[in-house]
């Protein structure tokens, strides 16, 4: 019996050992055997790992968040402040000795203000702040968008010195010039009468114009449509015409008489803004006829009266003839 005890102990012993086996070689695949040190040292590693990960420490960011001008529309020729809003991204880190470089891209666009660098001493940590720069504009600035670069250099509170850049930029037009020459029309006319009316446009500006136009607006006289010259480049002339009707006035006794009207000129520049102009226009409007054509229509009595004593004379002439004759045939007869 005491061998049969322990035979069933060994065997006990023997199981259990085999079930340890089993479980380790199910999480270790491979088949490596473990080392204490081994497991020791890579639960080291990864406290290390972990700290060094702790003690990360990113670079904080500054952005250009935008940046507003003193002219909402700004032409060649202006001169116009900037204010550039910037951003210090990082939420816990705040900056020192920070500079702010402003230069311009091209030959358009001049530095008026002092400086084109701005010192600031310190910028909390989420900040929004502001810098400020006057440019002026050159005259022959083409239309278009302009960049500004915004050069930064700072540091953070440990000393760590950085560098940051971005861009505003700036969109210019250029000014719309015309010289519209004036309307010309009679200054009188009349009932029934069609005019020719010409216009004529110069583009003085440096930037092409479109749609040019005019409407023609006057009591009595009627347009056959809209005197239209269309686009015109810069530094060129545009001419256009149009048919008007003198029909008469419509809001008085009489047809004839003074009007006044206004011819109005319409035209857009190149990002479709509607400009127009206007001239005035007056006219006498008189009758188809004049009133000395009235006078010469009339009958020339005076050239009838003579015509009528003419007859009357010659008629009296030969009844005196007439009877002179008749009493000296009657003296010659011998009775």
Partial sequence: MKYLRKIGLIMCMVGVLLCSVNAY????????????????????Q??????????????????????????????????????????????????????VTVTEQGEYLSLSSDTDTTYIDTVKAGAVFEITCVYKVRSAAP??????????????????????????RMNVE??????????????????????????????????????????????????????FIGDLEPGTTGNGSTKVTITGLTGGNTPYGNTEGRVT????????????EQQKISTYIGAPFSEEEMVDKEPDKTGQWWIIMT?????????????????????????
């Fill in 311 to 335: 007859v009357v004379a010659t008629l009296l002439t030969l009844l005196i003839a007439g009877a002179a004759f008749v009493i000296a045939r009657h003296k010659k007869m011998p009775f």
């Fill in 143 to 168: 239309e278009g968008q302009y960049c500004l670069d915004v050069n930064m250099d700072y540091a953070d509170s440990k000393g760590n010195v950085y560098t940051a850049n971005g861009k505003a």
């Fill in 46 to 99: 990864d406290l290390n790992t972990q700290k060094k990960d702790e003690n990360i420490q990113f670079a904080p960011k500054v952005i250009v968040q935008g940046c507003r001008f003193s002219k909402s529309d700004i032409q060649a020729g202006d001169e116009v402040k900037v204010t550039i809003v910037l951003k210090n991204t990082s939420l816990t880190e705040k900056l020192r000795n920070m500079t």
């Fill in 25 to 44: 070689a199910s999480s270790n695949p491979d088949g490596d055997t473990a080392n204490p040190s081994d497991v020791s040292n890579q639960t080291s």
């Fill in 174 to 227: 250029q000014p719309v010039r015309i010289q519209i020459d004036p309307i010309v029309m009679n200054r009188e006319v009349s009932v029934g009468d069609v005019l020719h009316l010409e216009g004529q446009v110069i583009n003085l500006g440096r930037s092409k114009i479109y749609n040019v136009r005019a409407v023609i607006e006057a009591e009595g006289l009627k347009s056959s449509g809209t005197l």
């Fill in 265 to 276: 000129f319409y035209y857009e520049d190149a990002s479709g803004k509607a400009y127009e």
